[in-house]
């Protein structure tokens, strides 16, 4: 096995996780990367999406909402405002967040409030990334 | 001199009364151990987020940033935040407190004040004023991150539109179990953090930052609000216990003095009226012989 990569992805909840890892994807605002063991430092904001890491055969995948990552000294840290595990996430609660925020985008379409459907849209945003992360147990 | 009667009835409620005390005195405690783990679990994300923060602002420039645009102060906004309940001593009063000196000062100086309260008892008490723009109010029992998300969201627009020019935020700092203070932390325009923080970590600037600074900086911007406020939520929510947990010791403990005092009262009664029983009996003896 090659070198490793520490990852600690930490919410106002506490730390999350904190392990070696062979490889990190992660959802970054420009797109999606992948960070190796002896990347060069580097930040990146995060938007929802899915956070997948690699150790040995073992792959695991966290639905992470809003923040940021930092790569420095051969560690990768996100600071995110949540971070679950498919096995934490009650997938009828997506679901309904999923089609409540749809109800609200389909009348925040009609209506001119933008503040009202960028809500809405984080919210599908969120509720997708965990029914994905869910489904991928 | 109260009668028997009364006097029993009295010690009986102030028993009473003294087990109510105690009860929250101890529910006040087993929260107080949540709140301060809650607080335990928001450190590592707090100073790593300062730190970032810190190196971010020192390298990048502060001009061009519409949260860090320092303007001609025309009008202060105070987010209060109190808790929900009452029964916890001076807490909410001395934040109160502190909210209406700064408030005087502020108008002193020629500026207007507004207030968002956070917490039920500080809006209750600030409408008085007639100056509360917004209140949030029983979210204190279980807030969560977006609590204070929707919070910050609501501060940093009516920034941006030029409503506000100045935010600082009131909170009870959480010294320790025994000591809660009122404390002021300023919210906005972000300053860029320098000094405590960075000295515990520092980097050289040298990251590769996806996307630039400027739009990385956009970001963390809000986050950082929403920091600020989860924080001071916290510290208040911690503080809230810790307070009433004195509050009820104090309240049980003169409880107790009053039983006390009040069996003292009673056992005189009692001996008096057992005295002039007796001063009865023995008199009407006496007469008989």
Do not use: W
Not at chain 2, 171 to 199: C, D, M, N, R, W
């Amino acid at each position: 096995m090659g070198q490793q990569i520490r990852l600690e992805v930490v919410t106002p909840a506490g730390a999350k996780v904190n392990e070696d890892v062979d490889i990190v994807n992660a959802p970054g605002f420009g797109g999606d990367f992948g960070v190796l063991a002896n990347h060069a430092p580097f930040l990146s904001t995060i938007k929802i999406g899915t956070l997948t890491y690699e150790n040995g055969n073992k792959r695991e995948s966290l639905m992470v909402s809003g923040g940021f990552c930092e790569v420095s000294n051969n560690k990768i840290t996100f600071l995110v405002e949540s971070a679950e595990k498919g096995s934490e996430i009650d997938v009828e609660r997506a679901l309904k967040a999923k089609e409540r925020a749809e109800k609200r985008l389909a009348q925040a379409a009609q209506q001119t409030e933008n503040f009202n459907r960028k809500r809405a849209e984080v919210a599908l945003q969120r509720a997708l990334a965990r029914m994905k992360v869910s489904s991928m147990r | 001199m109260a009668s028997l009667k009364e006097v029993k009835t009295k010690i009986a409620g102030v028993k009473k009364t003294a087990q109510i005390t105690k009860a929250m005195n101890m529910v006040a405690a087993a929260r107080l151990r949540g709140a301060q783990e809650k607080m335990e679990a928001f450190r590592p994300y707090a100073s790593k987020f300062n730190v970032t923060m810190s190196n971010l602002s020192g390298g990048a420039n502060t001009t061009g940033f519409p949260l860090m645009e320092i303007r001609d102060v025309k009008t202060v906004e105070l987010v209060v935040i109190t808790s929900d309940r009452g029964l916890c001593g001076s807490f909410n009063a001395n934040i109160i407190k502190l909210a209406l000196k700064m408030m005087a000062e502020y108008e002193i100086a020629g500026k207007k004040v507004s207030f968002v309260c956070v917490g039920k008892k500080g809006s209750q008490l600030l409408n008085k004023t007639g100056k509360v723009r917004k209140s949030y109010r029983d979210i204190m029992g279980n807030f969560q991150m977006y609590n204070a998300r929707e919070i910050a969201t609501d501060i940093a627009a009516q920034f941006l539109s030029g409503a506000t020019d100045k935010v600082e935020v009131l909170y009870g700092h959480f010294k320790s179990v025994a000591s809660q203070i009122p404390a002021v932390a300023h919210l906005l325009p972000v300053q860029p953090t320098s000094g405590e923080e960075e000295s515990e970590k520092k980097f050289s600037g040298d990251y590769i930052y996806e996307p630039s600074t400027e739009e990385i900086m956009d970001v963390l911007q809000p986050l950082y609000l929403n920091v600020i406020i989860y924080h001071a939520m916290l510290e208040v929510g911690a503080s809230e216990h810790a307070a009433r947990m004195t509050a009820m010791d104090n309240a049980t403990n003169a409880c107790k003095d009053m039983v006390k005092s009040l069996s003292i009262i009673y056992n005189k009664a009692r001996q008096a009226a057992v005295t002039s029983e007796l001063m009865d009996i023995v008199g009407g003896a006496e007469a008989l012989k």
